[in-house]
């Protein structure tokens, strides 16, 4: 109910986060909060260029979720440049791995863009004991990749979001946050619970996370209020540099913890919000 949305907050000229709100750790384990806060980065981690190249053979991108799983040298499959540092991409692989054991990546076909290039869709899953807690990792990046023809070279990141979850039962949630925004736009951060509450006393809070926090793999600080109306809500404002703002979420329910990441394209461009 938008009669329920707090005041809206701007985030920092300098690091993108909201505002200058007293925070608090988010209520669980410290690995959960980092691990949605640099999902970008442990997937590909490589900068989004513009691309003008070819894109991957299905055969190249076999080998590359094969690569992914161990089957196979990752850092061979990709070339280096600028944009692209293959050395990188296996540690943070690593790093995913030495959180999630059994974390598995999958590569599909996605939907082709308005010009014509195509994109595959990047998901992995995985899971991790600690303690009592059971933590499920599911996160997916849609991407528009080029190839050298021998090598993948470049990538350009469309879409990405993350959930990570404890318990037994899924909560289902949905984050109602765009893939992309104009500088300097004003727009909804929301969160909703998609099942009543009935009676259920849930917290949560949601904070940017600045693109120094996610390369540095720094926990992010959350500020947690009680939620009264089944979400949280949020009006915010882009940044008036072309780049991107990462959300992190946590919600604290009586059936488990659930923890979100999610990217948000800034663009200078009306055209490059639905490429």
């Not at 410290?30 to 999902?39: E, I, K, P, W, Y």
């Not at 893939?179 to 009676?199: H, K, M, N, S, W």
């Not at 939620?227 to 949280?232: E, F, N, S, V």
Request: include cysteine.
């Amino acid at each position: 109910m938008r009669s329920l949305r707090p005041e809206s907050s701007r985030p920092d000229s300098r690091s993108g986060s909201l505002g200058h709100a007293p925070s608090a750790r988010p209520l669980c384990p410290r690995f959960s909060a980092r691990a949605t806060a640099c999902l970008a980065a442990l997937l590909v981690g490589v900068p989004a260029l513009p691309l003008r190249a070819a894109a991957p053979s299905p055969r190249q991108l076999q080998s590359l979720e094969a690569a992914f799983n161990g089957e196979g040298d990752l850092p061979a499959l990709l070339g280096s440049g600028p944009d692209l540092d293959p050395g990188l991409v296996e540690r943070r692989r690593r790093l995913l791995l030495s959180r999630f054991p059994d974390a598995r990546w999958q590569i599909s076909a996605g939907p082709t863009l308005r010009d014509g290039r195509q994109t595959v869709l990047l998901r992995v899953r995985g899971s991790r004991q600690d303690g009592p807690l059971r933590f499920r990792l599911e996160a997916e990046q849609q991407l528009a990749l080029e190839s050298d023809g021998s090598r993948i070279t470049g990538q350009t990141l469309i879409r990405e979001q993350a959930l990570l979850r404890t318990g037994d039962t899924d909560l289902r949630i949905s984050l109602l946050i765009p893939d992309a925004v104009l500088t300097g736009q004003r727009y909804d951060v929301d969160v909703l619970l998609d099942e009543p509450l009935d009676g259920a006393i849930v917290a949560g809070g949601i904070v940017a996370i600045s693109p120094e926090q996610v390369s540095a793999l720094e926990s992010p600080l959350l500020q947690l209020g009680a939620l009264g109306g089944g979400g949280l809500f949020r009006t915010v404002q882009a940044p008036f540099s072309p780049g991107s703002q990462t959300w992190a979420v946590l919600l604290v329910h009586p059936q488990g913890l659930v923890s979100a990441s999610k990217r948000v394209r800034v663009v200078a461009d009306k055209a490059q919000l639905n490429p």
